[in-house]
Each structure stands twice: as C-alpha cells, then as structure tokens.
C-alpha cells in the first residue's frame, strides 16, 4: 500500500535564525502536519507564519490559552502574518516548546486556507488556535518567522497527508 | 495528533508507517449526509480529517452505525475571540465534531477527529476533536461518547441543516498497532 503519512523536508536550526522557509512543497497530498520543536533565542517573543509568502492583510486568528490560572481567548483579525502559537517558546536550555499544526485540504482551489494548530510552552502556558488565510490559491510554501530567532537545535518537519 | 505522536518527539520525527486511507467522501452541493460505510475492523484507532461548510449549519455532526438515538454525550471547551466556554450535553442524537458555519463561498470550518479504539466490541467509544472556523469565529476542543459497545462500521457525517456546500470532504485514515 502507497504510503499515507511522509516527512516533505526538515529544518534544523543552527541558531541566529530569524526564519525559516519549506518551498516548492507539492500538491499531491490533501492535508499537511508541521512538527515544531523550538525554543527561543534570547527573548520570547512572538511567533508566526506566512504562507505563499503573501505579507497582505489576509490572516485572522482566533486563539484559547490557559496558564494555569485561568483560561483566555483573542481574536486577531486581518493580520499581515498568522500565528503560529500564542504563548511563543522557552529561552531555557534544552527546554523546547512543541506544535502539531495542520493545514486541511491545503492544495485545493475552491477553499479559503485554514489551519489548526495545538502548541505547549512549559514557561507559560498552553494553547490551541484557528488561522484563516483568505487565499484559494494552494499553499506552495509555509514561512515560519521568530521575532527574536530560533535556538539551536529547534527543528521543524513538514509532513503530508494523502487521502484515498 | 494520533499519526503526528505515534512519529516519536525526539529529533526529525519519523512519519508512522501504519497510517492508512481509508476512504475519502466529498459533497457536491445536494448531499446533507456523507456515509463512510463497510468501515474494516483491522485497524486499532481510526482519524478522520476535513473541512466541512453549509449556508446553515454550524456543525457537520456524527452518528456512529446509522443510530440516531439519544446515545451520545458531548463534551465542549471552546474560544470566539471574545470569551471562553465551558459545556456539556448529554442525551444527544449525535457527536459534534466539525465545525461547519458558513454562509459565504470559501469560507469553510476545519478539522480533526481520533476515533480511538472503534473496533472494540466491549467498550463504549470515544472520540477527541479539535475544529474551528473563522467566519463565525470559534477554535473548539471537544469529545464524545457513544453509548454503544459495538464495533464502529459505518460513520454518517449530517448537515445540521440544508446540505452541505460543493466541496465539504472528509477523509477517513486508520491507524493500526503491533
């Protein structure tokens, strides 16, 4: 049986990088699953991604998060980038916080591009957020930005996902 | 998710190799039911994946064996932007795992169900969602219980209301054990 679920690319990062790119990603699967492990450089900060490399007002998100206190929610609408997680990652050594994030029917032309993601940061907090990126066009690339950069050994697999 | 964690969390993870489609099903605008019959046994846990939309729904919900009976409970944490909620219901005709509000072309809601151990024949089954949609605002975790011990063969995915937009597709994948 062809296989399902495979691994598209991997970046590891080195450290002192502010971003990272999967491009020419194929439209042969119908869903997407991008595995981050990654932790800060210096400062927490915020975390997000682009896709198709379009910087327009084109993303909105809508994000719960709970620290242990209490529980929260944002909306944030019609943003220049998505998020990518809302409480960021460690600074602590080899402490590396983690996302699922998956991107439903990604390659299709009739939809716009949505994501869900599910992220952990033990300094902070945990959260789940819903993006929307107001493109039909299929996503061909997926950037991922850190507002501070991303830490050595902080690493990323793309996956996909091909239905029946 | 289960095909994400079973990879392993250490290093490059490597992508499970006992994760199977199973069958994908896709409306064309007249259906408010989608059917993935004659499910096969052979599999441990089972996900279904999707994006769902209807001009008056806001769920694609989910009968298990064609058993619309009040035999479901339902479980709800979920986040518009502006507040957050806590709920439940029992007694229910159905599970609520997709969120499908949309009333404005390529607007459509997303996402992913693990239906876990579905081939038992002496548990109660169980399902974990995490769906959400943007044109009415909302990310959602929730879960479901089917009070029935039998082995999961057949899945209706229904339209609360009307049918289901040109488009709305669900793939169902099967994870197997050792």
Redesign the interface.
């Given at each position: 049986m062809a296989v399902t679920y495979e691994p598209i690319a991997t970046t590891t990062f080195a450290g002192g990088t502010a971003s990272a790119t999967f491009s020419s990603i194929p439209a042969t699967y119908t869903d997407l699953v991008m595995v981050s492990f990654l932790r800060a450089g210096s400062t927490n900060s915020s975390y997000v991604l682009r896709l198709n490399s379009d910087s327009g007002a084109n993303y909105s998100t809508t994000v719960l998060y709970g620290d242990g206190t209490s529980p929260g929610t944002n909306r944030y609408a019609s943003q220049t980038s998505g998020y990518l997680t809302y409480y960021g990652f460690p600074t602590t050594a080899n402490t590396f916080g983690s996302i699922i994030t998956n991107f439903q029917n990604y390659s299709n032309s009739s939809s716009y591009k949505t994501y869900i993601g599910r992220s952990q940061n033990s300094n902070s907090g945990t959260d789940t957020l819903f993006s929307i990126w107001k493109s039909t066009a299929a996503i061909n690339s997926i950037t991922i930005y850190a507002g501070d950069t991303f830490a050595s050994g902080s690493v990323v697999t793309l996956y996909g996902i091909k239905a029946a | 998710?289960i095909?994400?964690l079973v990879?392993g969390?250490t290093?490059?993870?490597?992508?499970?190799?006992s994760?199977?489609?199973?069958?994908?099903i896709t409306a064309t605008g007249s259906e408010s039911t989608l059917t993935l019959n004659s499910i096969p046994g052979t599999y441990k846990h089972l996900q279904l994946?999707?994006?769902a939309?209807g001009a008056s729904t806001s769920y694609a919900i989910l009968r298990f064996n064609n058993d619309s009976g009040s035999n479901y409970v339902a479980h709800f944490?979920?986040?518009?932007?502006?507040?957050?909620t806590a709920s439940a219901l029992t007694a229910q005709t159905a599970l609520y795992p997709f969120r499908a509000y949309s009333t404005t072309?390529?607007?459509?809601?997303?996402?992913?169900t693990d239906i876990l151990d579905y081939a038992s024949a002496n548990k109660n089954k169980t399902i974990r969602s995490?769906?959400?949609?943007?044109e009415s605002?909302?990310?959602m975790?929730n879960s479901g219980l089917w009070l029935n011990t039998a082995a999961i063969t057949r899945i209706d995915l229904v339209s609360q209301s009307g049918n289901f937009r040109?488009?709305t597709?669900f793939?169902l994948?099967g994870l197997k054990d050792s």
């Open positions: - | 998710m095909g994400a990879a969390i290093g490059a993870p490597s992508p499970p190799t994760f199977d489609s199973i069958a994908t994946r999707g994006i939309a944490l979920y986040a518009n932007g502006s507040s957050v072309s390529s607007f459509f809601g997303s996402g992913v995490l769906t959400g949609d943007d605002p909302l990310i975790f040109s488009g597709t793939a994948y």
